[in-house]
């Protein structure tokens, strides 16, 4: 019993001795030079990383170009998307029902208002179309800003919501927007051949669609809006539209449209990536 007790004392004082050792000075088995050895050799340490650090961060940033991404994806063909943009996709609206069509109405005019002609008049040139707009710097020497052609709502016809304030939504022949994403430098065509889109139905839907009428003439973006040079560099760039007007399609029924991009330079979209240079989506038209 007292063995046990004597081993106790004997053991806490042993624990007591290493943390503070009064006949050696030793805190926790070193002494003070000890200590502060081992602290100078953590703070050279980690400056040293940090150093190493800051080093590597100045030398990439220094590689890094305001104007341009320095890694951007090497997308081949480019997505689309559609305006307006519901839900989904999905465009459904019901003829005499406004409510169904206001707000993509809304959407639209939103959209279509900054290239409304006299803005464009006032932000961008009036250029020679089919041919690319080139603005290179020269070497070192950086030609910014750059400047970008215009692109009228008056282009876009009956789907410019000038001559037809309801984009043909109130009449059952509903308009559509589609764009092609921007990609820095991209040159879609070749020869003075502009890219196109067409649109058509999914094979049951075919005989639903019925005609369309494309804006511009032909469904074409033209050459003279690219290349695109970044929107730091090109601050007013109007990126450019083709309107899609569905003349007659079938009411009350669901009609699966497809419409992709057609470019003697953008490669057709490939099973691997199916939003590359298309975009489906489905329109609904109800005569009620
Ligand atoms: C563009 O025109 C529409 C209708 O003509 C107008 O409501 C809109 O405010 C205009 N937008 C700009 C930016 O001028
Ligand atoms: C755009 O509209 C303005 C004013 O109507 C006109 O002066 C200009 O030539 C048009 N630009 C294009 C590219 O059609
Ligand atoms: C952009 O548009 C503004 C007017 O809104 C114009 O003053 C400016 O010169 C334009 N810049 C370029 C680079 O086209
Ligand atoms: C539309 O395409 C047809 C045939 O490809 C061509 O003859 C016509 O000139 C084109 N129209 C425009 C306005 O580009
Ligand atoms: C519209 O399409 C329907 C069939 O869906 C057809 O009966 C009708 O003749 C077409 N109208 C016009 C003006 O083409």
Request: charged share 20%.
């Amino acid at each position: 019993m007292s063995g046990t007790k004597e081993e106790e004392r004997k053991g806490s004082s042993e624990w007591r001795e290493f943390f503070w050792n009064p006949r050696t000075h030793e805190l926790m088995g070193r002494t003070a030079t000890s200590w502060g050895l081992i602290l100078l050799f953590y703070l050279v340490f980690y400056l040293f990383l940090a150093g190493m650090f800051v080093l590597t961060m100045y030398i990439m940033l220094l590689t890094l170009d305001d104007y341009s991404p320095t890694w951007q994806d090497q997308l081949a063909t480019p997505g689309m998307m559609i305006r307006p943009k519901g839900d989904q996709l999905d465009i459904t609206v019901s003829v005499s029902d406004s409510e169904s069509w206001d707000g993509f109405v809304r959407n639209l005019n939103t959209f279509l208002s900054p290239y409304n002609d006299s803005y464009q008049v006032q932000t961008n040139d009036n250029c020679p179309p089919d041919q690319f707009f080139i603005q290179e710097d020269s070497g070192e020497v950086r030609n910014n800003p750059k400047r970008s052609c215009q692109f009228n709502r008056t282009m876009l016809g009956d789907c410019s919501g000038m001559s037809d304030r309801f984009f043909g939504y109130s009449r059952g022949q509903p308009c559509i927007l589609i764009k092609l994403n921007r990609v820095i430098g991209m040159l879609p065509g070749k020869d003075g051949q502009s890219p196109s889109v067409s649109c058509g139905a999914k094979s049951e839907d075919r005989d639903k669609m019925g005609p369309l009428k494309y804006f511009p003439p032909n469904g074409t973006f033209n050459l003279m809006y690219y290349p695109y040079y970044g929107k730091k560099a090109q601050v007013n760039y109007t990126q450019p539209l083709v309107a899609v007007k569905f003349l007659n399609a079938s009411v009350n029924t669901d009609i699966n449209v497809e419409c992709k991009i057609n470019s003697n330079t953008l490669a057709d979209g490939s099973d691997r990536d199916k939003f590359a240079g298309r975009i489906s989506f489905k329109l609904r038209i109800n005569d009620k």
